[in-house]
């Protein structure tokens, strides 16, 4: 077999394996579907939730829902201080400072960034401290994002997540 006989095979296993990637939607199409175009809202360019969506049906339209809230959660058989800091990115402020102790079992909701009323579709900032581990995530008060989870482990580790659709 020759060199360029080789590169064939090979170059035709590189395409199929980066197809889904080179393509603006990598989802499959749907021939029944009439159109992969989700409907977008146009606002000026200056509105920080104006959104023009054109990836299929893996997309959502960011509608704005301020409700989401940092989760805290103790599965350790010791108390655990956890510190939670939001920070609002639009304005670099804090919005949230505080230090919680958890008893072994316990959970609660340390805070609700719908209490910062934020303006449409914003970010913020959600930096958890415990047992000598800091963790970084974040919360979009949009309908596609939602709290922000931060579980000491039954092994005494931090865990942090947050959930998107």
């Keep these: ?9 090979v170059l035709l296993a590189v395409l199929f394996l980066t197809a889904g990637c080179l393509s603006p939607a990598s ?3 749907d021939p029944s579907s009439p159109t992969d175009t989700v409907p977008t809202t146009t606002e000026p360019p200056t509105s920080p939730t104006a ?7 893996a997309c ?25 800091r939001v920070i609002r990115d639009a304005t670099n402020t804090t919005v949230h400072n505080e230090t919680y102790t958890l008893e072994p079992g316990s959970e609660r909701t340390a805070y609700n960034v719908a209490e910062a009323e934020p303006n449409g579709v914003e970010i913020f900032a959600v930096t958890i401290t415990a047992l000598n581990t800091t963790e970084n995530t974040q919360i979009q008060t949009s309908e596609c994002f939602g709290n922000t989870f931060a579980q000491v482990r039954n092994d005494g ?7 998107a659709c």
């Excluded at 077999?1 to 095979?9: A, G, K």
């Excluded at 959104?51 to 049906?57: A, L, M, S």
């Excluded at 580790?157 to 959930?163: C, G, I, M, Q, T």
């Design 157 to 163: 580790e931090l865990f942090v997540s947050y959930s």
């Design 51 to 57: 959104t023009t969506t054109e990836c299929g049906w």
């Design 27 to 29: 989802a499959p199409e």
């Design 1 to 9: 077999m020759t060199s360029s006989s080789r590169l064939v095979p």
């Design 60 to 84: 959502l339209d960011d509608q704005p829902d301020p409700n989401h809230s940092v989760q805290l959660e103790n599965n350790w058989n010791q108390s655990v201080d956890v510190h939670v």
